[in-house]
């Protein structure tokens, strides 16, 4: 699999229904991390797959961004973390699920996929 950014898509060597794919960003939002988030994200819900996005360190910045809004309004199941939007001063959001490491964990071992952007 490759990037989105770089053209590429999903595959089909991926069958994505009914499966679960997990992904976490931890850049900033103008980083092009969040843009092959929001690529596969939205490949994946094309396929019927159900999706997860966690947003961690600098990454929660971009919780109110709207092309993970978009994502979220699609269907995709939106996480932040409450610790690094405390760490830097940014308040909660109500537009996603404010949790901790706990809800991460458990996204990594209950998704088919997981793949983290740092």
Avoid: W
């Avoid at 980083?31 to 490949?43: Q, Y």
């Avoid at 001063?89 to 996603?96: G, T």
């Amino acid at each position: 699999m490759t990037l989105l950014s770089l053209g590429a898509t999903l595959g089909p060597v991926m069958e994505l229904t009914k499966r679960k794919l997990g992904l976490m960003v931890s850049t900033a939002p103008e980083h092009p991390n969040l843009d092959t988030a929001v690529g596969l994200g939205r490949a994946a819900l094309d396929r019927g797959a159900e999706v997860y996005l966690y947003l961690i360190d600098d990454g929660v910045a971009g919780v109110e961004d709207p092309r993970v809004q978009a994502l979220a309004d699609r269907g995709a199941k939106l996480f932040v973390c409450a610790y690094g939007c405390q760490k830097r001063r940014q308040p909660l959001s109500d537009k996603a699920t404010n949790c901790g490491l706990v809800v991460l964990a458990d996204i990594v071992n209950a998704t088919d996929r997981f793949l983290a952007l740092n």
